[in-house]
């Protein structure tokens, strides 16, 4: 398989992008982003891109994909819905847009949030644009559509969240998460197993389009 990752620069993205290079039916993955992650391998190339919202400088490097996993994400601490729509929603959907029209039979995976707002009418600002998006998500005629929805996720494996105040409540919690997930065991995902379970997806696909946490562990498996 041929996988294009967005954000791999991230906690989420960081996992995937290790899962992928792990796995031997991946033969090439390439990452998009505004910073490459440094990582040198045999199967990557990396592409920096400051401008998300217009690839048409790029379109030659967005073809011949299989599966796209979209991991690009932000807090929505301190924004306005009209500042976290423009980097949730528009920034998606220009790049799905455009992958659509290069990757016919691509399958997409867009990483989301537990507790989303389908109805796009909640009361909970990035619930309801995370909800607009992924519906938007859901119109295009890709091959298939995955929406993934965790919760916590503990990072292995040296990855790490950009944003701090995460950092420091990974870094507290670490002691605890063995027992979350002793606890917790269908609650608690990690990032390996986020990646494996969109590689399973992009393998043979999923049950359903839009999956929560007990889903994605299921599927990783």
Known sequence: MNILIFGATGMVGQGVLRECLSASDVEHVETIGRAATGLKHSKLREITHSNLLNCSSIETDLQN??????CLGISSAGMTEAEYSHLTYDITLAAAQ???RLNPNMIFTYVSGAGTDSSEKGRTMWARVKGK???ALLRLPFKAV????????QPLNGARSKTASYRWFYFVAKPFFPI???IMPKAILTTESMGQAMLNAARTGAPKNVLEVADIIALSK
Not at 65 to 70: L, Q, R
């Open 180 to 182: 979350l997930r002793a």
């Open 65 to 70: 994909f299989d599966a796209c996993f979209f």
């Open 98 to 100: 455009v992958l659509v």
């Open 133 to 135: 998006t992924e519906n």
């Open 146 to 153: 995955y929406l993934f929805r965790p919760g916590i996720i």
